[in-house]
Nanobody
Framework: QVQLVESGGGLVQGGGSLRLSCAAS????????MGWYRQAPGKQRELVAT???????KYAGSVKGRFTISRDNAKNTVYLQMTSLKPEDTAVYYC??????????????????WGQGTQVTVSS
């Protein structure tokens, strides 16, 4: 199937920067959208940013102008560059990919895959 592994989270002071990475691996046939979501304590998971295989991007209003999503299709990797971080950005950040993988009979239907999450903590 498809596995997603995130890295790059940590503790940073307000105004600082962090870069998250998420690498997809497995018997990947194709990856469509890739993106980042986050979940703060007591809140629902929310979209942060997504990017299509063609490079189109979408951002949550709260991060627009501060976060940049990018993607290396050759490496099946998506990045999230976060700048001007605020305490309200504190959350577990999850990588998501809509992908298809090779099976004995051909290629699987498209499914959503999630990483294990990486903690981002922004101190005031």
């Amino acid at each position: 199937q498809v596995q997603l592994v995130e890295s790059g989270g940590g503790l940073v002071q307000g105004g600082g920067s962090l870069r998250l990475s998420c690498a997809a691996s497995g018997s990947i046939a194709s990856i469509n959208d890739m993106g980042w979501y986050r979940q703060a304590p007591g809140k629902q998971r929310e979209l942060v940013a997504t990017t299509t295989s063609g490079g189109s991007t979408k951002y949550a209003g709260s991060v627009k102008g501060r976060f940049t999503i990018s993607r290396d299709n050759a490496k099946n990797t998506v990045y999230l560059q976060m700048t001007s971080l605020k305490p309200e950005d504190t959350a577990v950040y999850y990588c998501n990919a809509r992908a298809r993988y090779y099976v004995d009979y051909g290629i699987s239907p498209e499914n959503d895959y999630w990483g294990q999450g990486t903690q981002v903590t922004v101190s005031s």
